[in-house]
């Protein structure tokens, strides 16, 4: 049983929008954070944005703007919306809680941005 199934990557142009979503177990997803990541080819994995039961968000400065991370806590799932898409947003997207100890990774979605 998969603790995050993310899903809704692709391929799009610059400038174009995905949006993509992550689904998760109810215990992990009960807890207070929950953060999109994403890891390019040969590069470390990077958080991307993150929400609280609350609502608050936080968004890396290279997305902020362009990106907004939602949560509807009635279906366990999160999403984030990405608009104004560049090149260097390409990279696999995985979600994970922030206060959850031992969570692990899932496989992610791939985001491609290219013209």
């Known amino acids: 049983q998969a603790q995050f199934v993310e899903s809704g990557g692709g391929l799009v142009q610059p400038g174009g929008s995905l949006r993509l979503s992550c689904a998760a177990s109810v215990s992990i997803f009960s807890t207070d954070r929950m953060a999109w990541y994403r890891q390019a080819p040969g590069n470390q994995r990077e958080l991307v944005a993150c929400i609280s039961s609350s609502g608050r968000t936080n968004y890396a400065d290279s997305v902020k703007g362009r990106f907004t991370i939602s949560r509807d806590n009635a279906k366990s799932t999160m999403y984030l919306q990405m608009n104004s898409l560049k090149p260097e947003d390409t990279a696999v997207y995985y979600c994970?809680?922030?206060?959850?100890?031992?969570?692990?990774w899932g496989q992610g979605t791939q985001v491609t941005v290219s013209s």
């Open positions: 994970n809680s922030m206060d959850y100890s031992g969570s692990s």
